[in-house]
DNA sequence: CACCTCTTCAAACGACCGTTTGAATCGTAT
DNA sequence: ATACGATTCAAACGGTCGTTTGAAGAGGTG
């Protein structure tokens, strides 16, 4: 087996244990044994467990980033000014092109994105303060032109609850979309998950301002 | 030292620890450490370190329910017609009535609700599910007042995009206020964010139905 | 006083953790 | 064929984990 193949391999197995039990509470042992490789791989090629964290979320960032970026600058380089939706539409693109990248690639990406969020160790807010700021700076941009009435304090908390939105909401999408097909007999996919968030978080972020201060 | 400090120690130690680190993170060690206890004493008194969370969550769970069914049940009783804000109104009490249980109660509630919600284990679930169903029953039926046009599938979706909203965005409330007061000098305290999020998710529950299918 | 129950305590248990080690093996260029 | 760096492997390391144990202490009752 040659060294990349393992290399894979142990991220393959990683990312699917990271997303679905969080960082701590899966072991190397875990990893390595799903990956069939040698448990001493892990540190040999990646040198410990918090690299491995890291390598596994940055092939999804590196990914997803960029992609993302180009969607936003899009929006921002047309003279019109977008509606909200639109805005969040640039995401989705992005977010669907992970599962032509990995199986399942959307539903992994924000599920790790959650795990990080949470996470004490901090990994997530690392990648996206020192790597990349200027795509949260664009969005804030996007945002801004759709509702440009939008006070700064108000834009920054309602993207934090849409960050909190989309990541909660989407990352436990299977068990939701069982209990949905149950109850609805309503068959939804990931990208149906992603098209009835949209709405909502539009108009979160778009909500009217309260005048009263109370 | 009575045996009942022993174990409100614990679980005052317990529940801060979990809010900040996870279950999983915390040692029963630190527990006991950070309480001044022996570290026996919490299977002694609590059986195992699953218990002691189901506990710890308890604690808080017997404390809110009851309160925001109560002000639920106001709302279903009314014979007018709520708006959807008035629907969220109704937990603004019972979650800053926390504050007055235990200091910093609020956000340990939610921090601690995120935990859960994220847990393997899925020990929220179980609370939910086996002991507070009536509670869930009742915040859609408030929401189904306000909006009956609502079909049931995008309601039981937005009432699970609003759970991540709120646990998500106000479990790490603290940090981003420090960040909001640096950056717009804007001094919120934890009920101000909570006069923040209602808006947004008011607005993301009340948004218009999409017509289009895709 | 002795007796009994509840509680605390220090110590240890086995299990699992991330990491390291040094030898074995592989792939390849000389 | 031989030599050599890269990689794999089984085994072990020290440490932390949740839990258990059995003795010691506390406090009320006869």
């Given at each position: 087996?040659?060294?990349?193949?393992?290399?894979?391999?142990?991220?393959?197995?990683?990312?699917?244990?990271?997303?679905?039990?969080?960082?701590?509470?899966?072991?190397?042992?875990?990893?390595?044994?799903?990956?069939?490789?040698?448990?001493?791989?892990?540190?040999?090629?990646?040198?410990?467990?918090?690299?491995?964290?890291?390598?596994?979320?940055s092939?999804?960032?590196?990914q997803?980033?960029?992609?993302?970026?180009?969607?936003?600058?899009?929006?921002?380089?047309?003279?019109?000014?977008?509606?909200?939706?639109?805005?969040?539409?640039?995401?989705?693109?992005?977010?669907?092109?992970?599962?032509?990248?990995?199986?399942?690639?959307?539903?992994?990406?924000?599920?790790?994105?959650g795990r990080?969020?949470?996470?004490?160790?901090?990994?997530?807010?690392?990648?996206?303060?020192?790597?990349?700021?200027?795509?949260?700076?664009?969005?804030?941009?996007?945002?801004?032109?759709?509702?440009?009435?939008?006070?700064?304090?108000?834009?920054?908390?309602?993207?934090?609850?849409?960050?909190?939105?989309?990541?909660?909401?989407?990352?436990?999408?299977?068990?939701?979309?069982?209990?949905?097909?149950?109850?609805?007999?309503?068959?939804?996919?990931?990208?149906?998950?992603?098209?009835?968030?949209?709405?909502?978080?539009?108009?979160?972020?778009?909500?009217?301002?309260?005048?009263?201060?109370?």
């Amino acid at each position: 087996m040659s060294a990349v193949d393992t290399k894979v391999r142990i991220l393959d197995a990683a990312e699917l244990l990271f997303a679905e039990r969080g960082f701590s509470d899966t072991s190397l042992r875990q990893i390595t044994s799903r990956a069939e490789v040698n448990l001493a791989s892990v540190n040999y090629h990646f040198g410990s467990k918090k690299e491995l964290i890291r390598a596994v979320l940055s092939r999804y960032l590196e990914q997803f980033m960029p992609q993302l970026d180009t969607a936003l600058v899009v929006v921002l380089e047309d003279p019109r000014q977008p509606v909200m939706e639109q805005v969040f539409e640039a995401f989705v693109g992005p977010l669907l092109a992970l599962n032509r990248f990995r199986k399942n690639g959307t539903t992994l990406f924000l599920q790790l994105l959650g795990r990080g969020y949470t996470d004490v160790q901090g990994h997530l807010r690392w990648f996206l303060t020192t790597r990349y700021g200027v795509v949260i700076e664009h969005i804030t941009q996007a945002v801004c032109r759709a509702y440009p009435q939008l006070p700064p304090p108000e834009l920054f908390w309602r993207l934090h609850f849409t960050l909190g939105t989309a990541v909660f909401a989407l990352a436990s999408n299977r068990a939701l979309r069982e209990i949905a097909e149950n109850d609805f007999g309503q068959h939804l996919d990931i990208e149906g998950v992603i098209r009835q968030v949209i709405p909502y978080i539009a108009a979160g972020v778009a909500a009217p301002l309260t005048t009263s201060k109370g």
